[in-house]
């Protein structure tokens, strides 16, 4: 019954280091996809994914990178931490979105010094 | 330049009253649009939703208005409780947006007062 997990939940990076924010769902998605939290922006879609193998670009994707080897993980690599990428990340996965069959993680907070 | 919008950052209500929260899009493309409600330290998690079709949803002590004209979406919660605190995100999708992803605006936070 663990839906989506995202590890890790917190991390302190410093500028110019790279790290990968593992994202893991055991119900068999189609659909997952990765959004940042930021105060007053709402969450904003970075990268998402509709199928094994098939990644595209957000609205945000400038700095991060992703893949889909298998339809359970999608992690999501920042290449060169910068401060701007500051913020909670967070991880959905759904069969179809527009229902709201979307399920969340519980977020990664990322700190970039 | 924001998509959905959600013009109050936070509201007060006390407990056994109607809250209200609002949302405007700009995209007429939009036909379907969502409700989602986050506590801290957790992701956010579904509420209820509209189909473009309809003007009215209605679940429990939620329902969820859509004005088309007026690109306008409100979600009523009655009676409100202290349990209802959290931060409300509304989403929208459309037929242009990238897979049918969610296009989510700022958040309204909720604060029932006992």
């Known amino acids: 019954n663990a839906g989506v997990t995202q590890t890790p939940k917190f991390q302190v990076l410093k500028t110019g280091q790279s790290m990968t924010l593992q994202c893991a769902q055991d119900?068999?998605?189609?659909?997952m996809s990765w959004y940042r939290q930021d105060p007053g922006m709402g969450l904003r879609l970075i990268h998402y994914?509709?199928?094994?193998?098939?990644?595209d670009q957000g609205e945000v994707p400038n700095g991060y990178n992703v893949s889909r080897s298998t339809t359970e993980d999608f992690p999501l690599r920042l290449l060169s931490a910068a401060p701007s990428q500051t913020s909670v990340y967070f991880c959905?996965?759904?069969?179809?979105?527009?229902?709201?069959?979307?399920?969340f993680g519980d977020g990664t907070r990322l700190s970039i010094l | 330049d924001q998509q959905v919008k959600q013009n109050s950052p936070s509201l007060s209500v006390q407990e056994g009253r109607i809250s209200i929260l609002n949302c405007d899009y700009t995209n007429s493309m939009f036909d379907y649009f969502l409700w989602y409600k986050k506590y801290p330290a957790e992701g956010p998690t579904f509420l209820i939703s509209i189909s473009s079709i309809k003007d009215k949803n209605e679940d429990g002590r939620f329902t969820v208005f859509l004005n088309k004209s007026a690109k306008h979406l409100s979600l009523h919660i009655v009676p409100s409780q202290p349990g209802d605190s959290a931060v409300y995100f509304c989403?929208?999708?459309?037929?242009?947006?990238?897979?049918?992803?969610?296009?989510f605006g700022g958040g309204t936070r909720l604060m029932v007062k006992p």
């Open positions: 994914s509709v199928g094994a193998g098939i990644t």
């Open positions: 959905a996965s759904g069969s179809d979105f527009r229902t709201g069959s979307q399920h």
């Open positions: 119900m068999n998605h189609e659909y």
């Open positions: 989403a929208a999708s459309g037929p242009d947006n990238a897979g049918n992803m969610l296009t």
